[in-house]
């Protein structure tokens, strides 16, 4: 696994749980909005090693609930799998932050019972994905991992962060109707000092 940072504890990333946060190396979209500009590169050997974070992780046992992997975009990652085995082996439950984009992987984590929350971007309506991801997108691929999600046993919400020079109060109306029925969704606070592209 490349790995590009850790918090090591949050009270806001996963529902209900303490939680340390991981950051995967790498992603595919370059939203123009994304508050972790460093994590993007995907050439990139990453900051954090392995070995620094179970022994780390060892020395939560019992003082933390969970792991989040957040990224960066975590699914991008071969041996995603066998890297949330070794923390279950831990006893800590694993929430993934996506967004959306490999379904193949998000299908092979949810039937191998590897993750116990899983929270997935939803950036724009459909026809302006590219736009808000700054890449171009393969919009049935975004589809599907809904569609996995929403309809898999586990607990779950769907997000987007709300930027209001990007989307209109219409767009956020036809990201909600693309939530399932059954599911959640929240809208996250945008920060623009910190993205990834000036906003003014
Ligand atoms: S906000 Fe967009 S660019 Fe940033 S990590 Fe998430 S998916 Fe990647």
Request: aromatic share 8%.
């Amino acid at each position: 696994m490349i790995l590009g940072g850790l918090q090591t504890c949050s009270f806001s990333d996963y529902p209900a749980k303490t939680a340390a946060v991981v950051f995967t190396q790498g992603c595919n979209f370059r939203c123009p909005f994304c508050h972790n500009g460093s994590l993007l590169q995907t050439k990139s050997k990453g900051t954090l090693s392995e070995k620094y974070f179970f022994e780390f992780l060892k020395k939560r046992i019992g003082l933390l609930d969970g792991v989040v992997i957040s990224g960066g975009e975590p699914t991008l990652q071969n041996d995603l799998a066998r890297f949330i085995a070794c923390i279950k082996e831990l006893g800590f439950a694993v929430k993934l932050d996506t967004n959306g984009s490999n379904p193949t992987m998000v299908e092979k984590l949810l039937s191998g019972n590897l993750i116990d929350y899983i929270a997935m971007d939803i950036k724009a309506p459909l026809e302006k994905y590219d736009t808000l991801c700054g890449r171009q997108v393969d919009i049935a691929n975004i589809r599907t991992t809904i569609s996995l999600i929403s309809t898999g046993s586990i607990a779950h919400h769907f997000r987007t962060t709300k930027v209001d020079t990007l989307l209109t109060p219409g767009d956020i109306l036809q990201i909600q109707s693309l939530v399932p029925q059954k599911s959640g969704h929240t809208l996250q606070t945008f920060i623009p000092e910190i993205a990834l592209q000036a906003f003014w």
